[in-house]
């Protein structure tokens, strides 16, 4: 396996001094963006105006993170904006692998995502439509809460199965993420990690984002 990738989330960061906070993560390997619909998570965002700006500001790649219902809707319009990955709910999704299948044709890599009461028996068969897989650590919708432990199974089983098929998947873990966790998510088989409160809440965020990439990495 590569490098682990860190991917801080602007959910944390200042909504009115943006372009300032996506100069700051600068060395990390995409800025993780949280879209919320106060319908699928009872937290609102912004759409897709607002992550178009993000796209022509941002100095590393996007992460879109799709909180919202109707996924076959919406995902394909962050992918044609030029968000390089795409991640939806596959509780928000009608056809997972159709929708997939699309955004990989506009170009994204395609995500799906998983709450943490949300069991990943459907993906198993699937895996290869994939090029991310994002097991939830916390409930979605807000920064800051505390990691669930209890994950590490669901994880480990679909990135050892993944493995097993030989699927290139990308495994990314989102919420709670910090140095005293991190390890445990990425010894479970994560290798793409959003941090939102332990990277805009550190006092120097160089530093925090190459920590927390040793410690993923040990
Ligand atoms: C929560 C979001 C996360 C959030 C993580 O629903 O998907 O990306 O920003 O924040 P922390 O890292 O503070 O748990
Ligand atoms: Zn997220």
Known sequence: ??????????????????????????????????????????NLTFGPQMVQRIQETSPVPL?????????????????????????FHLEASHDPVAL????????????VAIKPGT??????????????????????????QSFMPEMMPKLRALAEE?????????FQVDGGISESTIAQAAEAGADTFVAGSAVFGAADIDVAIADLRALAAE
Request: glycine share 8%; proline share 7%.
């Open 1 to 42: 396996p590569g490098a682990p990738r860190i991917n801080p989330s602007i959910l944390s960061a200042d909504f009115v001094n943006m372009q300032a906070d996506l100069e700051r993560i600068a060395t990390a390997d995409f800025v993780h963006v949280d879209v919320m619909d106060n319908h699928f998570v009872p």
């Open 63 to 87: 992460d879109v993170h799709l909180m919202i219902t109707d996924a076959n809707r919406w995902a394909p319009g962050y992918a044609e904006l030029g968000a390089a990955s795409v991640t």
């Open 162 to 170: 993944a493995r097993r098929v030989g699927a290139p998947v990308w």
């Open 100 to 111: 997939a299948r699309r955004l990989r044709g506009i170009g994204a890599r395609a995500g």
């Open 119 to 144: 069991p990943a028996d459907a993906l198993y068969e699937h895996l290869h439509e994939f090029d991310q897989i994002l097991v939830m650590t916390v409930e979605p919708g807000f920064g800051g």
